[in-house]
């Protein structure tokens, strides 16, 4: 009786393996389960027959219905299958770990992604505050420690376009890997080489290279496997690592510095990134082992909501130094240059950076010298500009996403989150500038509310090289970063002259970068767009 009782389950499971396809994984299971999950099973089969007439249809069409709703193509029956093997099973078969192994792949992506900006403006940040402990052991002046600090803008800017280029040729993903290698082994020996200036001048450049490519990788990933509709949460849960790694880099480096010494915390953040390659390298393998077929499914379906798989490029990782030559050669720069929306990118993108660079360099300085606060007054209140930002880029991201799944034109959707991105900032710092008598936690509000309004750019400038783009997106967003990168070498020096020369913060800190916030406005909402561009007869937008 118990071995007829065992066939319609025998067919029931067959059935919704949809054939001998997936016969392999059906025999990994004990073949002779305890008890109580053939009982636990049973009654589903006879319940399903007797519903359906008790025909093979009704096997089949009850399996269809327990199958993920909505689910096309032999894969989600598979998963249905799983689904059904694991309620069944309750616990009979292996326990799920990490517990967030059942995430959606891009999801999982993502947030390794967000930590690995993370690390890397801890590891950006450590050396602001470690500076002043090395000045006082090698005898530094501010000329030299201020080259030291610009040496990480030069890598930066020298590894934009190299790093768009790689990340479309390999893929963001290998690319964003050894830019973490590079940034964190870099960083582990920079108390080996702080004495002698050639090879910390060099270290620091070697971490500005890492990050530099980071970016890039980023948005390659972003491009490839993330739907417009979710592409503003995307940007704004990656790049929002970067406001997050700022905090946690100014909390925890003092305390590290004052109880282990400076050179602690340069082991200790470097450490932390090849933590993270580690992890993400496991996490690569079985994505590619288990989800393989869900990736091709999603490549080669029209109605897959513009999902492509990051792991797309990774063919192209075996080729010659012919087809690299050539690679480069087919790229349209010409194409690139006489896009009006290129141009917007990069002019808005050199605008925000200005803003950007020169605050968080000068600022605490600012803080201390101008509104006369101590100095933990002023690193806690340095804080407070990421803090906010992330606070924003919570709000900011859903709300340009779901004014696109409501029907709003994409175009206009970047257009109002980056004209409140530089308009925000730059009436705040009008404010702070105007000497109206307002106490110092006033302006400070001012300018921390200023500051974190500019993280809409996340859901405005930093989509736009993704919408216009899938292909290109990573070199665009090489071309549009060096160009940024030039605030960071040029804005901050000039900045520090300006002030010695007119010892005013704001003809010296705020005046420049309320132009260039308002005239970055205008030349936005003049030519910025983000409709799909046929850069060359290889791009295929949907």
Known sequence: MAASALQPERHLLLLAGGGGRHRPHLRMLPPLAPRRHRRHRLPLAVRVSSGD????????????????????????????EEELEGEAAAGALELRWPPWEGLAERYKLIGATSLAFVICNMDKVNLSVAIIPMSHQYGWNSSTAGLVQSSFFWGYALSQLPGGWMAKLFGGRKVLEVGVVTWSLATAIIPAVAGFMPGLVLSRILVGIGEGVSPSAATDLIARSIPLQERSRAVAVVFGGLSFGSVLGLLFAPPIIQNLGWESVFYIFGLL?????????????????????????????????????????SESSDSSLEDLQNSLKDVPWGAFFKSKAVWAMIYAHFCGSWGHYTCLSWLPTFFSGELNLNLTEAAWVSVLPPLGSMVITSIAAPFADNLISNGVDTTKVRKICQTIAFVSPAIFMILSSVDLGLPPWEIVAFLTSGLALSSFAFSGLYCTHQDISREYASILLGITNTVGAVPGIVGVALTGYLIDSTHSWSISLFAPSIFFYLTGTAVW???????????????SEP
């Open 53 to 80: 007439g008790g025909g093979g249809g009704g096997f089949t069409s009850a399996v269809e219905k327990r199958s993920v709703p909505g689910a096309v193509g032999e894969e989600h029956g598979a998963r249905g």
């Open 525 to 539: 909402l003049a030519f910025a767009s983000s409709e799909p561009q046929d850069f060359s007869k290889s791009e």
């Open 273 to 313: 990134g090849i933590i993270w390659c580690i992890g993400f390298e496991s996490l690569k393998e079985r994505q590619l082992g288990d989800n393989e077929g869900l990736f091709n499914l999603g490549q080669s379906s029209a109605g897959s909501g513009g999902l492509v798989s990051s792991a797309v490029s």
